[in-house]
């Protein structure tokens, strides 16, 4: 393997970026299968442009033996399908980056062959790409030229490749089948041909067995916890990076009892939603920034109605339009503080996609328990990035309901000890069930006397003390004993725990929020055991260290912070931790 | 509910409402247990706080939707979606456009004075041109909206237009709408005694009648032509499309099973079996 260099703890990155509709995901696809019937842990995330033609849209799949959950910049393999996706990437290639292409695609217009000395650092192989395709049954083989020539640079048995492309075509006419069988065939031997090669991730000797396990995007992972959360009921308008959510539950919600609605308009998808849930349905609305803002309204009526709802809030670039395609955290004092009057809520901010499945199961139960909204707030990073994990663990799942059956005399908003009135619905009892967006008594009837409006005032509120109680803590990731603290929530999470195993300036922790409100009593302590912190926020005005701030009175000195759109990477990030702490 | 203190002004159309619809329920035969009312705000808005039955008194304009979600929920419900002019056609009108379009089976009351009333007298969608208010102090210089052709151009299931001069009238056509399984829209006329001085009980007196009795409601086209009409307003249910698929009806979930969404649970085996074998890459 002359010249080949061996990537760092045994894993490969290879990027596939083309234009939109050029079958980046098709070959992504295979190519996945491929590592997952290797026995390999995958992680894949992609970055796309807000059209449905042209531009330049990326893969990032990372294989390893051992566990991996987030972006790097590194690119050991990458594939240009044109010569725009040469040049959207030039910036991650390195001299160690094999670049797979056909010489003629990247040479036609500048007329300087890209292996040339200086004209890109990575080490350019030529493929016969059209050649092979053509001789395996014509242009459209070339994905899976591409698939058999990277699974032979990553050693891959052959045997795997060919059963995996036997599985992903199996519904398809045996003609195409062979077809496809014979480019995987002739694109593994260009492969394992070739000069370079990665003596890596590499042919799944000695791994784990991870093909028991299952392979979830954020998006799937949030679905599967309203699922499991009992939700009976769905209604959004699509909205990247939100629209997975709605997708799937509409492809799979009928096996579980779940109507999925697409709404005229994010005002009726709220408005939906607070009505099934008003009548003993569970319900959700998926959203993203400016559907959420149009929502705001319908998120305060669940407020003073004390109708439970859960909120997906996926978020994207601002203000307004922003870039729709792309990620960052910059909603979370917009979730914090919409909706007018004074009312409580709690946040969520899952980053593993477990925490996305039990956190968004447990957000269908807080919500129902106190009639409150409930928010899973995520990001386009999370929604669209993916990764082998060992399927979810349902023992522990339980959905208690807390609606009772009512009597002749209900009253829905009767005063309690802790604010939470027994709830019931139309439909189940002898009682009416009366609730109103203008203050009420505790029939539900509209009023306007000072003390009852006070005493209502105190009702809602006083949920917050048990919901302090409920909060979930943060998590501390890395040596206990570390005296330097990187405070992250949401998707940075995996970014940061890698991160801080490449840094140089000795021992550092995580502490990962995946509840920012409230905050569970104990963050304050565990914080104040570093000595050092830093926050790592994907926005520019790092909106939770201001909770902190706020909340805590915890001032963190360093903020690490990233607003172009795009997530970190693993390498930007412990660069950052290396440079700005200690 | 102890007695109401209900906040309508003295001779509002609004009473004449009231006492038709709780008489309709009653010969009905529906138990206050079986009915939900869906508001959003207003005068007209209020008129749940004033009735025995279930009430979700939501946002100005946001009724439809959310009465939708009830339906959904629990499709055994008798709803009642109800505001005014400025609620449903004005601050909800694209939920009106859509709802009609969904066609679940609510029945949508409509109190329709051609002025708002508890912001005090400006003007509403369905307010005549040149009507003068603190607002509109040149006159109203928008086109009225006309709920009724609207509704049979999306081809409402259920199409009507009653008026609070003709009690009787009204009573029957609520009885009909009611019954409809389908959206329904009653457009129903009835003077504002504080802020529509040109439009009162004398106007509609006037200025109504009763559709033929051979008026064929199937006629898409005819209905639209009387819902057209603008010199004298015909009452009386205008379009009627029966064929017309009922929006939870026609959700999987209600396929061969009638158990209301709420009751159900989520099935674990189920999901556990999903979750190890059923799922594959995004």
């Known amino acids: 393997m002359r010249g080949a260099k061996v990537p760092e703890g045994g894993d490969a990155s290879i990027v596939l970026c083309g234009p939109a509709g050029q079958g980046v995901q098709t070959a992504e696809q295979l190519m996945v299968a491929v590592f997952r019937r290797a026995g390999l842990n995958v992680f894949a995330t992609k970055e796309y442009m807000s059209r449905v033609r042209g531009g330049s849209n990326s893969t990032t799949i990372r294989i390893s033996p051992e566990r991996v959950r987030a972006l790097v910049d590194r690119m050991d393999i990458f594939v240009p399908l044109d010569r725009d996706a040469l040049e959207h990437c030039r910036t991650r290639i390195s001299k160690d980056t094999i670049v797979l292409g056909e010489k003629e695609v990247f040479s036609a217009e500048e007329g300087d062959p890209p292996t040339e000395e200086g004209t890109f650092p990575g080490r350019f192989q030529d493929i016969p790409l059209s050649r092979l395709a053509k001789e395996a049954g014509g242009a459209i083989y070339a994905n899976t030229v591409v698939v058999g020539t990277v699974a032979a640079l990553c050693k891959i048995d052959e045997a795997v490749v060919r059963s995996s492309v036997e599985n992903a075509f199996q519904k398809r006419d045996r003609e195409i089948v062979d077809k496809n069988l014979t480019a995987a065939r002739l694109g593994y031997e260009l492969g394992a041909g070739l000069p370079h090669g990665l003596p890596s991730a590499a042919g799944g000797a000695g791994a784990s067995d991870t093909t028991t396990e299952v392979i979830l995007n954020g998006g799937e992972a949030i679905a599967l916890g309203a699922i499991a959360g009992g939700c009976r009921f769905i209604s959004s308008y699509p909205m990247t990076p939100s629209t997975p959510v709605l997708t799937f539950l509409a492809k799979h919600g009928t096996d579980f009892d779940i109507v999925a609605e697409q709404a005229e308009d994010e005002i009726a998808a709220i408005n939906m939603a607070l009505g099934a849930w008003y009548a003993g349905a569970r319900s959700m609305v998926s959203t993203s920034g400016g559907g959420f803002a149009l929502m705001v309204e319908g998120l305060s009526l669940a407020a003073m109605t004390e109708t439970p709802v859960v909120i997906h809030l996926a978020q994207r670039p601002g203000p307004a339009t922003g870039l729709p395609t792309r990620t960052e955290q910059g909603e979370l004092l917009f979730a914090l503080r919409a909706g007018h009057g004074e009312f409580p809520r709690v946040i969520f901010t899952p980053g593993t996609l477990e925490d996305g499945f039990y956190l968004t199961q447990k957000a269908f139960n807080l919500a129902d328990r106190y009639q409150i909204p409930v928010f899973v707030l995520t990001d386009q990073y999370f929604i669209d990035s993916y990764y082998n994990l060992p399927p979810f663990d349902l023992a522990g799942v339980d959905n208690p309901d807390p609606v009772i059956q009512t009597t002749a005399d209900y009253r829905r908003y009767a005063f309690t000890e802790d604010g939470v009135t027994p709830r019931g619905i139309p439909g189940y009892g002898d009682g009416l069930v009366v609730v109103d967006s203008d203050e009420h008594d505790e029939e539900g009837h509209i009023t306007e006397d000072e003390n009852v409006r006070a005493r209502m005032v105190q009702k809602r509120l006083k949920k917050l003390e048990a919901l302090v109680r409920e909060a979930v803590p943060p998590e501390w990731i890395g040596p206990p004993d570390a005296e330097t603290l990187v405070i992250c929530w949401g998707s940075t999470v995996h970014l940061a725990a890698e991160a801080i195993t490449k840094t140089t300036r000795g021992k550092q922790a995580v502490l990962y929020f995946k509840q920012v409100y409230p905050l569970h009593a104990g963050a304050a302590g565990l914080i104040r055991k570093a000595k050092r912190l830093s926050i790592v926020e994907n926005n520019a005005t790092g909106q939770f260290a201001r909770i902190l701030q706020s909340r805590l009175q915890i001032d963190v000195p360093v903020k690490i912070l990233k607003y172009d759109g795009l997530p970190f990477t693993v390498e930007e990030l412990a660069r950052e931790l290396d440079t700005a702490v200690g | ?282």
């Open chain 2, 1 to 282: 509910m102890e007695e109401a203190d209900v906040a309508w002004c003295p001779g509002c159309g609004n009473f004449t409402i009231w006492e038709v619809l709780k008489e309709t329920l009653a010969e009905l035969g529906r138990r206050p247990q079986e009915v939900v009312i869906v508001s959003g705000i207003g005068q007209a808005a209020k008129m749940p706080h004033y009735l025995r039955c279930h009430t979700f008194n939501g946002l100005h304009g946001r009724a439809l939707p959310a009465a939708t979600g009830v339906k959904v929920a629990n499709p055994g419900m008798l709803v009642i979606a109800e505001g005014g002019d400025g609620d449903m056609y004005g601050e909800g009108g694209n939920h009106l456009l859509h709802t009609i379009r969904r066609n679940p089976d609510i029945t949508n009351l409509v109190h329709d004075n051609m002025v708002y009333g508890l912001t005090k007298g400006q003007a509403s969608p369905t307010s005549a041109r040149g009507f003068h208010t603190p607002i509109q102090v040149d006159g109203v210089l928008l086109e009225p909206f006309n709920p009724l052709a609207v509704a049979i151009a999306l081809d409402a299931s259920f199409v009507a237009r009653a008026c609070t001069v003709d009690a009787t009238g009204l009573k029957t056509i609520l009885k009909q709408a009611i019954r409809h399984p389908g959206y329904a829209l009653v457009d129903i006329l009835h003077p504002c005694v504080s802020f529509n001085k040109v439009i009162t009980f004398r106007w509609f007196r006037e200025n109504t009648y009763p559709l033929e009795d051979d008026h064929d409601p199937a006629d898409r086209v005819e209905a639209f032509r009387r819902a057209i009409e603008t010199e004298r307003l015909p009452l009386g249910v205008f379009y009627v499309n029966a064929a017309k698929p009922v929006f939870e009806g026609s959700l999987p979930v209600y396929a061969g099973r009638d158990e209301p969404l709420a009751s159900r649970r989520v099935d674990m085996k189920r999901l556990e079996a999903f979750l190890r074998g059923g799922l594959k890459t995004a």
